[in-house]
């Protein structure tokens, strides 16, 4: 095992501890908050987006993808200190707190980063939190479309000695299986909620709420 995956593991096991006290880790880079994108609720997301990415298998994902499944969407990166590897830290104990419920769901980890998230580096880093969330990146100027089309911020932030980190929307989508946004989630909300809005989903689009 390596010292990065040691790292990250540790995290994760920080995180589910964050999930069961509440507290919110609001802090995507050195530069402190970035406020979250609120999309409005009820609209499909990327209607009209004619973008292509790839997920961690190489395979193409595109807007038509997004129908189909109830979807959980988290944003960040790789490299990310903290808040990233919280979030999915999040969303694995989400699967895991749904029990067999939780194979209905996709979780996809989408790149702000994909200079630097290749699919295979995605695919290594979606396994340490579970094997079912799955990496999304792209060629920059794809990945960029994306994510506009989806309304999440990102934007790199220069560090001394030439390297970079990035700054982005830290909140979680929550898309039925028509591809239409349902409701957000943030890692600072009690894991009870956050598996009633995941009922919701699997409840189908016409469900309430």
Not at 78 to 87: L, R
Not at 104 to 120: G, H, K, M, Y
Not at 132 to 157: C, E, N, W, Y
Request: glycine share 10%; charged share 20%; proline share 10%.
């Amino acid at each position: 095992m390596t010292l990065r995956h040691l790292r990250l593991i540790l995290w994760s096991a920080v995180g589910v501890a964050l999930v069961a006290g509440s507290v919110l880790l609001w802090r995507a880079s050195p530069g402190g908050p970035v406020p979250a994108t609120r999309p409005d609720p009820g609209r499909p997301l990327a209607e009209g987006s004619r973008w292509q990415l790839l997920d961690e298998r190489n395979q193409p994902f595109t807007p038509a993808d997004l129908p189909g499944r109830p979807t959980v969407m988290v944003f960040g990166f790789t490299q990310c200190p903290d808040v990233c590897p919280t979030s999915l830290s999040y969303v694995a104990n989400l699967l895991r707190s749904l029990g067999p419920r939780g194979e209905a769901i996709r979780p996809l980890f989408l790149t702000v980063d994909p200079e630097r998230d290749t699919p295979a580096v995605m695919a290594d880093y979606t396994d340490l939190f579970d094997p079912r969330i799955h990496g999304v990146t792209g060629a920059p100027d794809q990945m960029a479309a994306a994510l506009k089309s989806l309304g999440i911020f990102s934007r790199k932030v220069p560090q001394d000695g030439g390297g970079y980190t990035m700054d982005h929307s830290a909140t979680i989508l929550l898309l039925d299986s028509s591809g239409r946004l349902r409701s957000t989630l943030d890692i600072h909300e009690e894991a009870e909620a956050a598996v009633r809005k995941v009922e919701r989903l699997l409840a189908g689009p016409g469900a309430p709420g």
